[in-house]
């Protein structure tokens, strides 16, 4: 466990973030949830949809991202905090950025792709907005998850169809 003492609020948004991927991640995807949060209120939920949409950008801050803007009509969430299990990647680390939210918390580091201070921190470089970020919040909960899936993976249990495994 970590020594960081992290606020009740964004443990209960963690949660929250944990259950949207455990209950809505679909056949086959990698079980990332994530959540925005505006006024202590979730206004958006988002799951990753890669495999379902073959499509490379459907992570689950981008949906989360879509929906917010929806809901809200407007493309920027400065109000807003987006709570994922996930360290976001390059593409979603750049736009959480585009959407000016200011603060990110994330679960589970991502060693070989995360952008939010694993592989780099797109969040410290001199771009025109720079969100907050504090990751590992329930971190073992979080990383958990993606390792039952990947085990289960591995041992043929799940089957991707859109990509292609030897
Ligand atoms: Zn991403």
Redesign the pocket.
Same mark, same amino acid.
């Given at each position: 466990m970590s020594n960081i003492q992290i606020e009740d609020r964004h443990i209960f948004y963690m949660k929250k973030a944990l259950e949207t991927a455990v209950k809505y991640t679909q056949h086959g995807e990698v079980p990332v949830g994530a959540i925005i949060v505006k006024d202590d209120e979730i206004i958006s939920f988002g799951t990753n949809h890669r495999e379902n949409e073959k499509n490379c950008l459907c992570?689950a801050?981008?949906e989360a991202i879509n929906n917010a803007c929806k809901k809200l009509g407007g493309w920027r969430l400065w109000q807003c905090t987006m709570y994922v299990t996930l360290e976001? &990647?390059p593409? &979603?680390a750049g736009a959480i950025i585009n959407a000016r939210i200011p603060k990110v918390i994330f679960g589970a580091y991502d060693k070989k792709n995360g952008s939010c201070g694993s592989v780099t921190n797109l969040f410290e470089l001199p771009y025109n907005h720079k969100p907050e970020v504090l990751g590992g919040v329930l971190q073992e909960e979080c990383a958990a998850l993606l390792k039952v899936f990947f085990k289960k993976l591995r041992k043929g249990e799940i089957k991707q169809f859109g990509t292609h495994h030897e």
């Amino acid at each position: 466990m970590s020594n960081i003492q992290i606020e009740d609020r964004h443990i209960f948004y963690m949660k929250k973030a944990l259950e949207t991927a455990v209950k809505y991640t679909q056949h086959g995807e990698v079980p990332v949830g994530a959540i925005i949060v505006k006024d202590d209120e979730i206004i958006s939920f988002g799951t990753n949809h890669r495999e379902n949409e073959k499509n490379c950008l459907c992570h689950a801050e981008i949906e989360a991202i879509n929906n917010a803007c929806k809901k809200l009509g407007g493309w920027r969430l400065w109000q807003c905090t987006m709570y994922v299990t996930l360290e976001p &990647c390059p593409m &979603c680390a750049g736009a959480i950025i585009n959407a000016r939210i200011p603060k990110v918390i994330f679960g589970a580091y991502d060693k070989k792709n995360g952008s939010c201070g694993s592989v780099t921190n797109l969040f410290e470089l001199p771009y025109n907005h720079k969100p907050e970020v504090l990751g590992g919040v329930l971190q073992e909960e979080c990383a958990a998850l993606l390792k039952v899936f990947f085990k289960k993976l591995r041992k043929g249990e799940i089957k991707q169809f859109g990509t292609h495994h030897e």
